[in-house]
């Protein structure tokens, strides 16, 4: 269904198109997301789109991340412990959200667009990294986790590893005391002051 078009301008503009480019993602997949068809549901048009994003791979992942930074916020318990547990198992149980089946779609992308595995392999790089790079400096600065730990190889690698049982077990979810020793036999022995 398309907004009626509206003059809109700056996020309110911004946010209007990576709703709908959300959405195309959650209908079609990433092999139906187009300009046009986000310009419509977003009630813009395609150049509006196109001055921002330069390409639909660009688009598919700014709505990726958009949803992402909605659904996954740094949990601030006071325990680093509780804090990755948590992160964990929100990002665990949200394979199902609008986020994950985001991802998914555009994941599927990759193999034939080398636009879209390199936009991927930015966003991993850069937003994957936040809430844990937050909950590593509320730990630091508690004295519970070491200065060093701030690297974003080293915050993220309990979410790496989660990602790894979905990949090389072909998983959806991930039982809780896989997390658990995730967080306790890995994590923590890695982060801790």
Same mark, same amino acid.
């Given at each position: 269904?398309? #907004?009626?078009?509206?003059?809109?301008?700056?996020?309110?503009?911004?946010?209007?198109?990576?709703?709908?480019?959300?959405?195309?993602?959650?209908?079609?997949?990433?092999?139906?997301?187009?300009?046009?068809?986000?310009?419509?549901?977003?009630?813009?048009?395609?150049? #509006?789109?196109?001055?921002?994003?330069?390409?639909?791979?660009?688009?598919?992942?700014?709505?990726?991340?958009?949803?992402?930074?909605?659904?996954?916020?740094?949990?601030? #318990?006071?325990?680093?412990?509780?804090?990755?547990?948590?992160?964990?198992?929100?990002?665990?149980?949200?394979?199902?959200s609008p986020a994950a089946r985001a991802l998914r779609s555009l994941l599927t992308g990759v193999g034939d667009e080398p636009e879209l595995r390199q936009q991927l392999h930015e966003q991993a790089a850069e937003g994957g990294a936040a809430p844990w790079l937050t909950v590593v400096e509320q730990a630091v600065d508690r004295g519970e986790a070491r200065p060093d730990a701030r690297s974003p190889r080293v915050a993220t690698v309990a979410l790496v590893l989660l990602r790894n049982e979905y990949l090389t077990r072909g998983l959806t979810t991930v039982d809780d005391e896989v997390l658990v020793e995730i967080v306790d036999d890995v994590y923590l022995p890695l982060v801790r002051a």
């Open positions: 269904m398309a #907004t009626p078009k509206t003059r809109r301008r700056g996020t309110e503009l911004e946010e209007a198109i990576l709703r709908a480019a959300a959405a195309e993602l959650a209908e079609a997949g990433y092999p139906g997301l187009t300009m046009e068809r986000v310009a419509h549901r977003a009630g813009t048009n395609k150049n #509006t789109i196109y001055r921002r994003w330069p390409n639909r791979a660009a688009l598919g992942v700014a709505a990726y991340r958009h949803l992402a930074e909605d659904t996954l916020k740094p949990p601030g #318990t006071g325990d680093l412990r509780e804090d990755a547990l948590t992160l964990l198992r929100a990002i665990n149980c949200g394979q199902t």
